[in-house]
């Protein structure tokens, strides 16, 4: 289990990176000097800085995870910034409250010298981060800046020595003559519901056996393995817990709030452990043949927005196929390609597929698939082109194609996004599309006719903690009867608003207080008429008549992507972000605040409901009683819809598999489309079986479509329909 200084600082910074939150400088608002405050300070000025504190403006004016001026000041490296606010009585042990980052911590990272060494002279906490830093890269100044400030204990001086033995002779030498002692704390009790979350199995990342902490009486317990002993711990500080003895020491940490890894120091030997879920089962083999696909539908269902009707995700008596072969060509119909970047899903309608893409002037398409955790965002600001595609479904024809806007866009995009995520909708009659990074929103008939085209702003959908890292816009529009409505969640002023179908006049707007958000509304038939679901840190139904909001329920994830689901009677909402990762199972028609008392899992409007298990990207599929969830890593949890039981966790793939679409069904039929563009068709059921895998030859990000014989799938460079057997034949005789 041993572990470098280094690394477990790399694991602390993977985790922080996973969220996919950045620690930029904010951005201000109007209307909130506190705000301005800190974005003078993470840009540098330190005259405005002045300005405003003479103004009045209280120094340690907090942001919405806690961190002020002197946070974003140190995160930069602004030494005077971070003087000037000190001096005016900044505290200079801030933290930010989602990652549990010092001002220490992100000055650390700036690599300004003197600005550690002023926050540490100020009393700020971090000594050992600085000394662990100063070992990875062999750093005697830094090494010295840690030492004199006389808080190092002695298990931390004690990893410090066994870590340092690749440094220089001059490094060792100096902790070989350091002394520590250890230091007072006040008196901490935990309450019982924390001592609950720290304890589990925690792992290396390489799986090999790792430490079991359980709870004992007001304190915890821990066991190494391949040891019956079990020492017991008490707490320190809320996140540190020490035995009597003082050879160990454990911290606990995660993202808002959670307990997601620890480090324990046994004796100087130092290891970074992530709390390890139940492993899940190994997805089955079906032991029968897969069955043939039924004949479609006549006429075929249109598939009108993202996840098709109610975006339910359901394509059942349209004839899926089971199986096909790209790279023989056997079940393909055809393989049209379409420039560009583009993540947004196709819809289908009759005789035409519609998909939106955006081409950049410098040809840039990069995108990078797989699990990872980076906030960077693909730097391309040149002229892009916006597109509408119109294909025909009998043999994947452009029949035409629109450029909806041509410009600069006015937000960048993720590394694992596109500048025309937003799937189109269509009545059959007009095609409706929206292009967030440029704010247009467009209609246009079947015959490729403009209709009407309307600016609604640049819907810039940045990370919800700084509004720094562009991660582009996701949202799609949907209709409610003769209505648009558009979830536009961004960086600020975000808004629920409504369009005439016919002109795009705007009928109502709704201000939202949710930062950006990447889910798209759902609209819902209840006993009390419709209402419009969306999703959010906050979940929230309004009517779609009006925009007045019905119901609110909470709390949710911070960052928020799945769509939800009704069916059977329920409306289900899901996501994967911490603080939490809830499952609801909400009954439509309630109203007001249905946020559920402490300690409860279900209330009159909520049937049931998970605190853990929701998933981050991937919209879950309620089918045939069973509600399924995949998570990005391609967890597969089956759960009973009625009453929330969880029936099943299974692993697609013992190989890995990162996966971005969103589950479809047909038939008694599963689709998951991984981003390496491998397919997994499963047979529905409490414990879903593996009837086959199908390679696309490219990545699948966007969800299929699955209409009249054909399952759409679109995957980077193309648009690809597949049939049955028996539906080339067909297709093959009407051409």
């Keep these: 289990m041993r572990a470098t200084m280094h690394t477990r600082r790399l694991g602390i910074a993977l985790l922080c990176c996973l969220c996919c939150l950045a620690l930029g400088v904010p951005v201000a608002r109007a209307g909130d000097p506190g705000e301005e405050l800190r974005t003078a300070a993470g840009a540098g000025d330190v005259e405005r800085v002045r300005a405003l504190l003479a103004s009045g403006v209280a120094v340690d004016a907090p942001a919405r995870h806690g961190q002020t001026a002197l946070f974003f000041a140190a995160g930069e490296g602004h030494l005077e910034v971070a003087r000037l606010l000190l001096e005016h009585g900044a505290n200079a042990d801030v933290h930010d409250g989602f990652f549990g980052q010092s001002a220490v911590d992100v000055a650390l990272q700036a690599g300004n010298r003197e600005l550690v060494r002023l926050l540490l002279d100020r009393g700020a906490e971090g000594v050992m981060a600085v000394l662990e830093t100063a070992v990875a890269q062999d750093d005697l100044e830094l090494a010295r800046m840690a030492l004199a400030t006389g808080r190092l204990e002695p298990l931390d001086l004690a990893a410090a020595r066994r870590e340092s033995q690749g440094s220089s002779q001059a490094l060792r030498d100096l902790l070989a003559a350091a002394t520590a002692a250890p230091r007072q704390h006040p008196p901490h009790q935990p309450g019982a519901e924390k001592l609950r979350q720290a304890a589990g199995l925690y792992k290396t990342g390489s799986g090999a056996p790792g430490l079991t902490v359980s709870v004992r009486g007001e304190g915890l317990e821990v066991q190494f393995p391949a040891s019956p002993e079990k020492i017991a711990l008490s707490a320190v500080t809320p996140d540190r817990f020490d035995s009597a003895d003082g050879r160990l020491s454990i911290r606990f940490g995660g993202r808002g709030g959670l307990i997601e890894w620890l480090v324990f120091n046994r004796d100087g030997e130092r290891a970074f452990l992530s709390l390890s879920a139940e492993e899940p089962a190994p997805l089955r083999a079906a032991t029968v043949p897969t069955p043939a696909a039924p004949a479609p539908a006549d006429p075929a269902r249109p598939w009108p927005q993202f996840r098709g009707p109610g975006a339910g995700g359901v394509g059942d008596g349209q004839g899926a196929p089971a199986s096909w072969n790209v790279a023989t060509g056997e079940g393909v119909r055809f393989k049209t390609p379409i420039p560009g970047t583009g993540l947004a899903s196709p819809i289908v309608w009759g005789d035409r597929i519609y998909v939106a893409t955006a081409v950049s002037a410098k040809g840039e398409t990069a995108l990078r698939i797989g699990l990872y955790g980076d906030t960077d965002s693909i730097e391309d600001r040149s002229e892009h082109s916006f597109r509408l595609y119109a294909l025909e479904t009998a043999g994947g024809k452009v029949v035409w194609e629109r450029e909806v806007h041509r410009g600069v866009p006015g937000a960048l995009r993720h590394l694992k996004s596109s500048l025309a995520n937003s799937t189109p909708v269509t009545d059959g009659e007009r095609i409706v599309v929206l292009f967030g990074a440029v704010g247009k929103l467009a209609a246009y008939d079947r015959a490729g006719t403009l209709l009407w085209q309307r600016d609604i702003g ?266 049955a057997a028996e539906g080339k034949k067909e297709a093959a005789a009407a051409r």
């Design 458 to 723: 640049i819907l810039d959908s940045n990370d919800p903690q700084s509004g720094t890292a562009e991660w582009g816009h996701a949202a799609s529009p949907i209709l409610a009867g003769d209505r648009v409505i558009v979830q536009a969640d961004r960086r600020r002023d975000s808004f629920l608003a409504a369009y005439r179908l016919t002109d795009g006049t705007e009928i109502w707007r709704v201000a939202r207080s949710e930062p950006s958000t990447w889910s798209t509304p759902t609209l819902v038939t209840s006993p009390a008429g419709e209402e419009l679901v969306v999703n959010g840190p906050t979940i929230r139904g309004y009517d779609p008549k009006s925009g007045a909001e019905l119901w609110r329920l909470g709390p949710n994830s911070e960052v928020v992507v799945s769509t939800p689901q009704a069916g059977d009677g329920l409306i289900f909402v899901t996501a994967g972000y911490p603080p939490i990762r809830p499952l609801f199972a909400i009954r439509p028609g309630s109203r007001g605040d249905l946020t559920l008392p402490e300690g409860k899992q279900s209330s009159p409007s909520v049937a049931w409901s998970h605190s853990r298990g929701g998933t981050y990207i991937p919209t879950p599929i309620l089918y045939r009683g069973f509600f399924h969830t995949c998570n990005n890593n391609g967890i597969f949890t089956t759960y009973r819809a009625a009453t929330g039981e969880l029936l099943s966790t299974l692993r697609l793939s013992n190989a890995g598999i990162s996966v971005s679409a969103s589950p479809v069904a047909a038939d008694g039929r599963l689709y998951v489309f991984g981003e390496d563009g491998q397919a997994y068709v499963l047979a529905s059921g409490a414990e879903p079986v593996l009837l086959g895998t199908w390679p696309m030859g490219e990545p699948v990000m966007a969800t299929p479509a699955i209409s009249g014989g054909l399952l759409v799938v679109r995957t980077l460079g193309h648009v690809v329909g597949l049939e």
